[in-house]
């Protein structure tokens, strides 16, 4: 999963969801190069532009893009990118 972190995504949220994300999976918020879950299901990291502002906040995941991305979606596609 990689979570935008340029500007109308930082504006739009991005911390937060890396935040949100890092916390469902156990992960290091902290950390904001990629890392992957002990059990090698989820890698996460920031990301710079993913060309898609206007939408912010952007997630990519398994070549996907989710716009709009609200921590309920979050969810939605934790679930959907094991
Ligand atoms: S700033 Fe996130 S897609 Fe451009």
Request: with cysteine; hydrophobic share 30%; glycine share 10%.
């Amino acid at each position: 999963m990689r979570v935008c972190r340029t500007l109308s995504c930082a504006l739009g949220g991005a911390y937060q969801l890396h935040d949100h994300l890092c916390e469902k999976t156990g992960l290091d918020p902290q950390a904001h190069g990629p890392q992957t879950t002990q059990d090698g299901k989820y890698t996460l990291e920031f990301v710079e532009c993913l060309a898609s502002c206007g939408t912010a906040p952007v997630i990519m995941c398994n070549g996907a893009f989710h716009e709009g991305v609200s921590e309920q979606k979050a969810d939605a596609i934790l679930r959907e990118c094991k």
